[in-house]
């Protein structure tokens, strides 16, 4: 389990209103791999889900049968994935 920053809390109430704390709550119990940056995980499942808690959820079935699907869905997939998180939530 890992906590989210506060980016990802951000960007969960941006896009999710009144259920953000659902949200992060599901964020912070997926289980990440070791080696994984967990908000890059993280970020991937708020960017794929567009808002949309059934993609939300969709989002995070993927990250739990296969993270690299998601990442990639996500556009988080490149060498530059450092650089694309910080465009779609802000630096740190």
Known sequence: MAVVSDRI?????????????RVVSALERLTVNPGVDPERLQAAALLAARGDLTLFEDALEHARVDWRDLVDRAGLAGADWRDRLDDALGLT
């Open 9 to 21: 809390a951000e960007r969960a109430g941006e896009d999710f209103g009144r259920s953000a704390p």
